[in-house]
DNA sequence: TTGAAAGCGCTAACAC
DNA sequence: GTGTTAGCGCTTTCAA
């Protein structure tokens, strides 16, 4: 490996030098600074970044902690924070916790305030208060979409108004026509999606509609189980609609559950869900959803992140994310006249 | 920070102590360590990971270039590796190349050998000659799902015998007495998926069936371009009673295609994929495909990146990984008789 | 503008 | 068993 150091030798310099090249350029005689790069492109020469860590009291990763990547709406969120991150000349690990909380405390042991200088939670299944005092001893924590602007947590975090989101589907659902709506309501590695179903309700309510405890269901977060619960919603209720589930995911499995029936859609059974993953644009029918700005959410809790690392503040405080759009396409259709 | 010193003083011994007690316990007594013990757990210590990567020579984490993390087929490599390094102590850092050759060249240059001790690869998109430079100087790197067992790549590498997997699904649709075979080859984030496609052709051959070069569509890597191709391929050969994709993604967009269209899967038009991603046994009908193990192919591929750390070899060198398997679910079925 | 020197927190000989 | 010492490669005052 090739020292700072022997960079120095080479042109004839310090390591003070070669470093102040490599910082702040200003300081340092165009000519030694030529002299010095040359060596360093002749050498090869590549900082150690842990050094650099070390001498500087912080590093330049950040972590993303949360439940299982294999979820896809994950994905999506770790690409363009992974992006955001790169842009500003950080690099990001991985922390998946398997929805175990030990892992959760275990990793932020090992790496807050060490490894990464600042992390990012998107899982529920650490308690607040464990984050709560790692964020005090170790390194800035930030809580990404936080499904409650209405009560702010102990710690910063970027709320993502998912009532709102909830409302939006409703008024869509009711504007096509739709009085029978049957809920799904995942209950996944983010926890229970309660915030986007009360919001829902809350709008079909103001619309005259009373929510009908037996249409709505409560499930874990996956295709599959969308797939298996909109069977059985059907099966009770047959005079349903239109489905809306509580993110996309579980409208996916909604769809092709309905489609399995011989019913229609969005003919015969309208279906919408929440998010605005990928993959709802590439199923067919494609799905009407409510875009929550993944990728933008991302990014602007890197920026956030990266904010507290640099001006740590000792008050918690909440950012409202971009707000839910609801995005038509082809799962969703006027109520059927019978 | 809590540092060791600190922790040496309470428990009245020196750094070095303190140092055994978190490694090599044997040599430190009995009592001294009890004292350190209690030290560290009153201080909360925790030690320094940067600090520790300087002092070793190495670091503790691992780094995973791909072109992009939200191909459904990586998450779940991801996940399998973290896990595996997180087991071995290490933690991973995720690297999207963006399909970007510079990108790729950049975090290479920047964490191999310094951040990250080993880099295992998943993208084709840097030049093998750039990653042979940068294992030379920098860092072991591996590339894990190298698709030619035939020509050893000159790094070592995990190869998965692609052509197999395309054979399989050869048989497999032969044995249910399919002859008119619409083929969709992926040509995505991980090159182009010709010993796949090969393979596949081979089989055929070698049952009297050749290739018509008219049923097949060589198309990017996604559910989109599945569909649009499988439109495409259904439009131009209507006698087609099998479609073979390179990937499940490209499959289950064929498979939408079919449904579409009218024709019932797997009465009119079977299909079948390769890879097994999650996607492949949540839809349906089910897909029927030949899975790659993968998981196991990211544990395998962690475990001898690791072992490329601790003990570099002069020589690449090629390991074969598990074999791939025929999965059948619902969207293959019997020829249908005309 | 450049150099000397100290130190970041830890490990690893080597002495005692 | 435990302490002493010397770095690991870098940054950063402070002098020159």
């Given at each position: 490996m090739v020292t700072l150091s022997e960079v120095a030798k080479l042109a004839h310099v310090t390591a003070a030098t070669v470093s102040n090249v490599l910082r702040n350029r200003e300081k340092v005689h165009p000519d030694t600074a030529a002299r010095v790069l040359k060596a360093i492109d002749e050498l090869g020469y590549r900082p150690n970044l842990n050094a650099r860590a070390l001498a500087e009291g912080r590093s330049s990763t950040l972590a993303l902690m949360l439940s299982?990547?294999?979820?896809?709406?994950y994905p999506e969120f770790v690409l363009a924070a992974e992006r955001a991150a790169r842009k500003s000349g950080h690099f990001l690990m991985v922390c998946n916790t398997d929805d175990n909380a030990e892992t959760g405390r275990a990793y932020l042991n090992q790496i807050a305030g060490t490894l990464a200088d600042g992390v990012l939670v998107m899982n529920t299944d650490i308690a607040i208060s464990d984050l709560y005092a790692s964020a005090m001893h170790n390194a800035p924590i930030l809580l990404a979409m936080w499904e409650h602007p209405e009560s702010p947590p102990t710690l910063p975090c970027i709320a993502v108004d998912f009532a709102r989101a909830g409302a939006l589907a409703a008024h869509h659902l009711l504007e096509l026509g739709h009085r029978d709506v049957g809920l799904l309501i995942g209950d996944g590695c983010g926890g229970l999606q309660d915030a986007r179903s009360n919001g829902f309700r809350a709008a079909m309510l103001a619309a005259g509609i009373e929510a009908d405890p037996t249409a709505a269901l409560q499930i874990r977060d996956s295709i599959d189980a969308g797939y298996a619960a909109c069977m059985r919603l059907m099966a009770n209720r047959p005079e349903l609609s239109a489905i809306f589930a509580t993110n996309d995911l579980l409208a996916i499995g909604a769809v092709q559950a309905l489609i399995t029936l011989g019913h229609a859609v969005p003919d015969d059974v309208s279906v919408i869900g929440i998010t605005d993953i990928q993959l709802a644009h590439q199923v067919h029918p494609a799905l009407t959803t409510v875009a929550i700005q993944t990728a933008a959410v991302a990014e602007l809790s890197i920026e956030r992140l990266i904010g507290l690392i640099q001006t740590p503040e000792h008050e918690p405080s909440m950012v409202l994310g971009p707000l839910p759009e609801l995005v038509v396409r082809a799962s969703t259709g006027p109520r059927r006249k019978r």
């Open positions: 299982n990547i294999s979820n896809p709406f």
